[in-house]
């Protein structure tokens, strides 16, 4: 206080005449003689940082005499009931030996002592009887949980629907084999692997890779106080024992953060992410913590609107609202999460009232097509009955859908009628003009304009997410050197994502002579960036034996592979590593563990296959390989490398057949046709092998390698004329090639 008096006293004498201000400063260094004597003298108020190394969880009812406002606001949230233990006030569904089927497997609700149970299918197909020990959420759905004796916690696939008050299956469409991944004993139902994270307080998922078993811990079972605000120990010790001299301890999460850091706060949990720590510390930015899902498909469609779920953040982050300074708390309560306003109310918080009319949506008022969610929102079901709005906020473009095929808001509702009637209906009432969006760009990279690609990586206005993935698919084509060449300068990008993609991007064109542009991203700020130049160093095997700045970081990036251990991905992730480190039974070992968790994780199963072929394993590569066929018979790659192996075998008729199939299936594979060309003149059939490389042609144009092939079948053919042609074209792409110089002269006779 007494430091503001003198403030205060300046402020008022600085106001009088020069002579004056002469005296004033005199008696202000009077007055703080004065004070600066007293025993009890002045000290600026220190700032108690908040020590989140040394902070503790304590609970939400130490905040609760502070804070019962937003207490009572929080009870009942969501939040509050992400998860609870299983009891008779938890549980909404019907355990009055209630049944449910769904593809021939029969789930038996019923409770006895006092407990709920449920008789269903495990893997093996047999039936027992599980205690449930969770409720987790509460709606529109409910699921339940049971606990196995690897500590891992399986959710039930059948879940209770809140609002029509029966029993329902999550994947209805599927007929999932018992031991499948995505069945309720797999891993894609496993707590801890998939949920957990996010719905409990101070969770530590503690998986053990050698035994493969959980030790998985919270401080709180539901998303408390703490989840958000982060450990508040210090926090609470102060103002038990306030000090006048400090400032509280700041909290990870307070009423004052800007629009952006709320976001990424927030995106913690509402992001489709993989995480990159052993547990969040409430230190650095999100993306120190997780990595998030870029705009690919299928978890986005190709125009970045929500397809599979992405949990808010990465739609969000791509709206002109967030771009504008709009965040949670402008449309959300952030202890109830209720919306603040309803309907169209909400909206008009903040857009002018015209929006609001006929003239703008061009629909009745308070009709279905006069609310702004079902324009700019749209949505889509998830968990079966869990109805979820596109956080975009974009304007309808089936003008987009008729050029490019992806979903727009109008045909949403309008299913009898035709995106070219949405698309001249918008023209004709907003007129032809488009506002600038990077979905024009990434749509029309989809269609071969890659230029297209470069713009959206090139322009910091757009999107980050979009950015990032822009350069992910930018190069996966051919890039020329000049091309190549020009990435550097997104290594120094601002974005944190761009960053780190653009070092991926040097990985995947496996390019080592970035080196000196990519060492000093080992000390990047971000931790994701770090990771990824470790991954590069990797990739081209550089010696990094001298670097302590690697070291560090690829710690960091062992971390993560760990946190990943116990998904099929995961597995797969680690046995890349043990691969380019040289360290082959590890990596056999783990291709083999992530097939084994998920059957269907045939990646793993192809890598497997070439590493065994690379070491003569003949026989178990090619079963392998026969198994990817069996389960993906639409799966062109693994045709492809089973007849490069019975080629290798000498065995030429399964070499044709299966190079044939891999020219026939998707991806298109120029490996593929050139190979199978080449066995059939090898066999003597030259006309065929001409008549797969025309039709590979339409696909690769004028690639010189497919040409070259073609040139020497037509040469066997004694197709002159078609052979002076294909020749004449070789020497346009070449024209310095000493050989095609050759042959093309001798057929110019």
Same mark, same amino acid.
């Given at each position: 206080?007494?430091?503001?008096?003198?403030?205060?006293?300046?402020?008022?004498?600085?106001?009088?005449?020069?002579?004056?201000?002469?005296?004033?400063?005199?008696?202000?260094?009077?007055?703080?003689?004065?004070? *600066?004597?007293?025993?009890?003298?002045?000290?600026?108020?220190?700032?108690?940082?908040?020590?989140?190394?040394?902070?503790?969880?304590?609970?939400?009812?130490?905040?609760?005499?502070?804070?019962?406002?937003?207490?009572?606001?929080?009870?009942?949230?969501?939040?509050?009931? *992400?998860?609870?233990?299983?009891?008779?006030?938890?549980?909404?569904?019907?355990?009055?030996?209630?049944?449910?089927?769904?593809?021939?497997?029969?789930?038996?609700?019923?409770?006895?002592?006092?407990?709920?149970?449920?008789?269903?299918?495990?893997?093996?197909?047999?039936?027992?009887?599980?205690?449930?020990?969770?409720?987790?959420?509460?709606?529109?759905?409910?699921?339940?949980?049971?606990?196995?004796?690897?500590?891992?916690?399986?959710?039930?696939?059948?879940?209770?629907?809140?609002?029509?008050?029966?029993?329902?299956?999550?994947?209805?469409?599927?007929?999932?084999?018992?031991?499948?991944?995505?069945?309720?004993?797999?891993?894609?139902?496993?707590? !801890?692997?998939?949920?957990?994270?996010?719905?409990?307080?101070?969770?530590?998922?503690?998986?053990?890779?050698?035994?493969?078993?959980?030790?998985?811990?919270?401080?709180?079972?539901?998303?408390?106080?703490?989840?958000?605000?982060?450990?508040?120990?210090?926090?609470?010790?102060?103002?038990?024992?306030?000090?006048?001299?400090?400032?509280?301890?700041?909290?990870?999460?307070?009423?004052?953060?800007?629009?952006?850091?709320?976001?990424?706060?927030?995106? +913690?949990?509402?992001?489709?992410?993989?995480?990159?720590?052993?547990?969040?510390?409430?230190?650095?930015?999100?993306?120190?913590?997780?990595?998030?899902?870029?705009?690919?498909?299928?978890?986005?469609?190709?125009?970045?609107?929500?397809?599979?779920?992405?949990?808010?953040?990465?739609?969000?982050?791509?709206?002109?609202?967030?771009?504008?300074?709009?965040?949670?708390?402008?449309?959300?309560?952030?202890?109830?999460?209720?919306?603040?306003? #309803?309907?169209?109310?909400?909206?008009?918080?903040?857009?002018?009232?015209?929006?609001?009319?006929?003239?703008?949506?061009?629909?009745?008022?308070?009709?279905?097509?006069?609310?702004?969610?079902?324009?700019?929102?749209?949505?889509?079901? /998830?968990?079966?009955?869990?109805?979820?709005?596109?956080?975009?906020? +974009?304007?309808?473009?089936?003008?987009?859908?008729?050029?490019?095929?992806?979903?727009?808001?109008?045909?949403?509702?309008?299913?009898?009628?035709?995106?070219?009637?949405?698309?001249?209906?918008?023209?004709?009432?907003?007129?032809? #003009?488009?506002?600038?969006?990077?979905?024009? /760009?990434?749509?029309?990279?989809?269609?071969?304009?890659?230029?297209?690609?470069?713009?959206?990586?090139?322009?910091?206005?757009?999107?980050?997410?979009?950015?990032?993935?822009?350069?992910?698919?930018?190069?996966?084509?051919?890039?020329?050197?000049?091309?190549?060449?020009?990435?550097?300068?997104?290594?120094?990008?601002?974005?944190?994502?761009?960053?780190?993609?653009?070092? +991926?991007?040097?990985?995947?064109?496996?390019?080592?002579?970035?080196?000196?542009?990519?060492?000093?991203?080992?000390?990047?700020?971000?931790?994701?960036?770090?990771?990824?130049?470790?991954?590069?160093?990797?990739?081209?095997?550089?010696?990094?034996?001298?670097?302590?700045?690697? @070291?560090?970081?690829?710690?960091?990036?062992?971390?993560?592979?760990?946190?990943?251990?116990?998904?099929?991905?995961?597995?797969? *992730?680690?046995?890349?590593?043990?691969?380019? @480190?040289?360290?082959?039974?590890?990596?056999?070992?783990?291709? +083999?563990? *992530?097939?084994?968790?998920?059957?269907?994780?045939?990646?793993?199963?192809?890598?497997?296959?070439?590493?065994? $072929?690379?070491?003569?394993?003949?026989?178990?590569?090619?079963?392998?390989?026969?198994?990817?066929?069996?389960?993906?018979?639409?799966?062109?790659?693994?045709?492809?490398?089973?007849?490069?192996? /019975?080629?290798?075998?000498?065995?030429?008729?399964?070499?044709?057949?299966?190079?044939?199939?891999?020219?026939? @299936?998707?991806?298109?594979?120029?490996?593929?046709? $050139?190979?199978?060309?080449?066995?059939?003149?090898?066999?003597?059939?030259?006309?065929?092998?001409?008549?797969?490389?025309?039709?590979?042609?339409?696909?690769?144009?004028?690639?010189?390698?497919?040409?070259?092939?073609?040139?020497?079948?037509?040469? !066997?053919?004694?197709?002159?004329?078609?052979?002076?042609?294909?020749?004449?074209?070789?020497?346009?792409?070449?024209?310095? !090639?000493?050989?095609?110089?050759?042959?093309?002269?001798?057929?110019?006779?």
């Amino acid at each position: 206080m007494r430091f503001f008096l003198i403030i205060s006293f300046k402020n008022l004498f600085i106001k009088k005449s020069p002579s004056l201000l002469k005296k004033s400063t005199y008696f202000i260094f009077l007055v703080f003689l004065t004070f *600066a004597c007293k025993e009890d003298k002045y000290q600026a108020k220190k700032e108690t940082a908040y020590n989140k190394v040394h902070a503790t969880f304590v609970g939400k009812e130490a905040c609760i005499d502070c804070h019962k406002t937003e207490y009572d606001s929080w009870k009942g949230s969501h939040h509050d009931l *992400a998860m609870a233990l299983a009891d008779s006030t938890s549980i909404l569904a019907d355990f009055n030996n209630s049944t449910f089927e769904h593809m021939g497997v029969k789930s038996t609700f019923f409770k006895k002592d006092g407990d709920f149970y449920v008789n269903t299918a495990d893997k093996n197909g047999d039936y027992q009887d599980y205690k449930i020990i969770y409720t987790f959420g509460i709606a529109p759905l409910q699921q339940y949980i049971v606990k196995f004796p690897d500590g891992a916690y399986q959710c039930l696939i059948t879940a209770w629907d809140t609002e029509k008050n029966k029993w329902f299956h999550l994947q209805p469409h599927l007929d999932l084999a018992h031991d499948e991944w995505i069945n309720w004993t797999g891993g894609a139902m496993r707590w !801890n692997t998939a949920c957990a994270d996010c719905h409990s307080t101070n969770l530590v998922k503690n998986y053990d890779s050698k035994t493969s078993t959980f030790n998985t811990t919270y401080s709180e079972i539901n998303v408390s106080c703490e989840a958000c605000h982060g450990p508040a120990s210090e926090h609470v010790s102060f103002y038990k024992n306030p000090d006048d001299h400090a400032e509280a301890p700041k909290l990870y999460m307070g009423n004052n953060e800007s629009s952006k850091d709320l976001v990424q706060k927030c995106a +913690r949990c509402h992001s489709r992410r993989a995480q990159l720590t052993e547990k969040f510390d409430y230190t650095g930015h999100f993306l120190d913590h997780y990595n998030p899902s870029l705009y690919t498909y299928p978890t986005y469609e190709l125009d970045g609107q929500i397809k599979d779920e992405d949990y808010v953040y990465g739609s969000f982050v791509q709206s002109k609202m967030y771009q504008h300074g709009v965040a949670c708390y402008d449309c959300h309560d952030v202890h109830s999460l209720k919306l603040k306003k #309803t309907g169209n109310n909400l909206c008009m918080s903040c857009h002018e009232p015209k929006y609001d009319t006929p003239s703008h949506h061009f629909h009745e008022n308070n009709t279905q097509g006069a609310q702004c969610i079902n324009c700019h929102m749209t949505g889509k079901f /998830y968990m079966g009955n869990d109805f979820r709005h596109d956080h975009s906020f +974009r304007v309808p473009r089936p003008d987009q859908t008729v050029k490019y095929g992806t979903p727009n808001a109008c045909n949403g509702c309008h299913t009898d009628k035709s995106a070219t009637w949405a698309s001249d209906f918008v023209n004709e009432n907003y007129g032809t #003009t488009r506002l600038d969006h990077f979905s024009n /760009y990434l749509l029309a990279g989809y269609e071969g304009d890659q230029g297209a690609w470069k713009t959206l990586i090139s322009e910091d206005h757009y999107p980050e997410l979009a950015r990032a993935t822009a350069m992910s698919l930018y190069t996966e084509n051919p890039l020329s050197p000049d091309e190549v060449n020009d990435l550097r300068r997104f290594l120094k990008d601002s974005s944190i994502l761009v960053r780190s993609e653009t070092i +991926r991007s040097f990985e995947k064109i496996n390019d080592p002579s970035r080196y000196n542009d990519i060492e000093p991203l080992l000390q990047d700020p971000n931790r994701m960036v770090r990771i990824a130049a470790v991954k590069y160093f990797n990739s081209i095997k550089a010696d990094m034996s001298h670097s302590n700045a690697f @070291k560090k970081a690829e710690k960091e990036y062992l971390t993560e592979l760990d946190m990943g251990a116990d998904f099929g991905s995961g597995q797969h *992730a680690i046995a890349v590593y043990h691969e380019i @480190k040289g360290e082959t039974d590890l990596a056999i070992k783990a291709y +083999r563990k *992530a097939f084994e968790m998920d059957n269907l994780f045939n990646l793993s199963r192809m890598n497997l296959a070439l590493l065994l $072929y690379k070491q003569g394993e003949m026989e178990e590569a090619k079963e392998l390989y026969l198994k990817v066929i069996e389960q993906e018979p639409d799966y062109g790659n693994s045709y492809y490398m089973l007849g490069l192996l /019975y080629n290798e075998l000498g065995d030429s008729k399964n070499a044709l057949k299966y190079l044939g199939e891999a020219s026939n @299936k998707k991806p298109e594979n120029i490996r593929a046709y $050139y190979n199978y060309a080449l066995k059939l003149q090898a066999e003597g059939m030259y006309k065929k092998s001409v008549e797969v490389l025309n039709k590979a042609l339409t696909i690769f144009h004028d690639n010189e390698n497919l040409l070259y092939v073609k040139l020497l079948g037509e040469i !066997n053919l004694k197709d002159d004329h078609s052979a002076y042609n294909t020749g004449r074209k070789l020497l346009e792409i070449a024209p310095n !090639n000493a050989n095609y110089q050759q042959i093309f002269q001798s057929l110019n006779k």
